[in-house]
């Protein structure tokens, strides 16, 4: 099974950002970190990050042409009014679960709408980094039950 890990603007700087928000794990350490899990669990994961909105929808629209089985995407400020990367995500018809580091519903008012998640199969929002391994056991109970 192969999962695309896509994260979005500013997830680079993890471990160096607002560490009462984020958590002091820097990116380097979520992707070892998930990678290993994704071992653990038989998936295959490719990681991307990128700041750029355009970026972020050329390689979600490539996830067709890789084979992929499904996405885990933290869409990071994009969630909240990006409909370029929800067209996106509605387009390739991929199951797709949003994560957030964050428990964006216990932040500022206008994180609390995202316009991806009406697209996604499932949204996981406030466990830190953890809540990538969390996206990724539910994306892959939820693809083998649909094969």
Not at 139 to 146: D, M, V, Y
């Given at each position: 099974?192969?999962i695309?890990?896509?994260?979005?603007p500013n997830?680079?700087?993890?471990?160096?950002r607002e560490?009462?928000?984020y958590?002091k794990?820097?990116y380097?350490?979520l992707?070892?970190?998930?990678?290993?899990y994704?071992?653990?669990?038989?998936?295959?994961?490719?990681f991307?990050?990128?700041?750029?909105?355009?970026?972020?929808?050329?390689?979600?629209h490539?996830?067709l042409?890789?084979?992929?089985?499904?996405?885990v995407?933290?869409?990071?400020?994009?969630t909240?009014y990006?409909?370029a990367?929800?067209?996106?995500?509605a387009?390739?018809?991929?199951?797709t679960?949003?994560?957030h580091?964050?428990n964006?519903?216990?932040?500022?008012?206008?994180r609390?709408?995202?316009?991806?998640?009406p697209?996604?199969?499932?949204?996981?929002?406030?466990?830190?980094?953890?809540?990538?391994?969390?996206a990724?056991?539910?994306?892959?109970?939820?693809?083998?039950k649909?094969?």
């Amino acid at each position: 099974m192969k999962i695309a890990i896509i994260n979005g603007p500013n997830i680079n700087l993890l471990g160096a950002r607002e560490k009462e928000i984020y958590g002091k794990v820097d990116y380097g350490g979520l992707v070892a970190s998930v990678s290993s899990y994704c071992d653990e669990a038989g998936v295959v994961a490719s990681f991307f990050q990128s700041n750029h909105e355009g970026e972020i929808i050329d390689f979600i629209h490539s996830c067709l042409e890789g084979d992929v089985d499904g996405v885990v995407i933290n869409p990071a400020a994009f969630t909240h009014y990006s409909y370029a990367i929800r067209d996106a995500i509605a387009a390739v018809a991929l199951p797709t679960v949003e994560v957030h580091i964050s428990n964006i519903y216990a932040r500022e008012v206008f994180r609390h709408q995202s316009v991806t998640a009406p697209v996604c199969v499932g949204v996981v929002s406030g466990f830190g980094v953890e809540g990538y391994k969390m996206a990724v056991m539910y994306l892959k109970n939820h693809i083998e039950k649909r094969k």
